[in-house]
T-cell receptor
């Protein structure tokens, strides 16, 4: 079955700097890769997603890149702000309904 | 669109008691998921319904757990009897269409503490 690994588990960056979170997956049939942000005590919310027919997707300060050959995808946040502090989860799914989740990355933005 | 509504938001109960968590889905979203979140195990899918029919309950940890979706407007997750290791945040989430066709909309979650 699918396995998703996420790194790092904690990431601390200076406000204004960029943050990169990486995920690898094992099932080459996986074709949908969402990223969710979860603020402390809140629900996970989708921030960006990408499908396997696209290599990169951007939405303002957030971008996701996908390397199907290497089976990894990454979340890039530029010009980080205090409100970016949260736990970020990647996930992957193939033709069945199961979303397989990464373990999460706690992003800390230092003022 | 009021979003996914879960109740109770917090529950503290004693070991052995029955716990019922409730979810009012978003209308027009016909895939419903129950997740459990803990620090140790992260997000775990417990059960998935499509058009009110349970499709996969292989994530339900034990027979003590059961879930129902009697209609498109309501779902419950029941734990009987509860144990301390059931302490977690339980999320109900919805998706349009069949699973993995897009965004998952999570409810606020029910934080369960079993003493």
């Amino acid at each position: 079955g699918e396995n998703v690994e996420q790194h790092p588990s904690t990431l601390s960056v200076q406000e204004g700097d960029s943050a990169v979170i990486k995920c690898t997956y094992s099932d080459s049939a996986s074709n949908y890769f969402p990223w969710y942000k979860q603020e402390l005590g809140k629900r996970p919310q989708l921030i960006i997603d990408i499908r396997s027919n696209v290599g990169e997707k951007k939405d303002q300060r957030i971008a996701v890149t996908l390397n199907k050959t290497a089976k990894h995808f990454s979340l890039h946040i530029t010009e980080t702000q205090p409100e970016d502090s949260a736990v970020y989860f990647c996930a992957a799914s193939s033709s069945n309904y199961q979303l397989i989740w990464g373990a999460g990355t706690k992003l800390i933005i230092k003022p | 669109d009021a979003g996914v509504i879960q109740s109770p938001r917090h529950e503290v109960t004693e070991m052995g008691q029955e716990v019922t968590l409730r979810c009012k889905p978003i209308s027009g979203h016909n895939s419903l998921f129950w997740y459990r979140q803990t620090m140790m195990r992260g997000l775990e899918l417990l059960i998935y319904f499509n058009n009110n029919v349970p499709i996969d309950d292989s994530g339900m940890p034990e027979d003590r757990f059961s879930a129902k979706m009697p209609n498109a407007s309501f779902s419950t997750l029941k734990i009987q009897p509860s144990e301390p290791r059931d302490s977690a945040v339980y999320f109900c989430a919805m998706q349009r269409g069949v699973a993995n066709t897009g965004e998952l909309f999570f409810g606020e979650g029910s934080r369960l503490t079993v003493l």
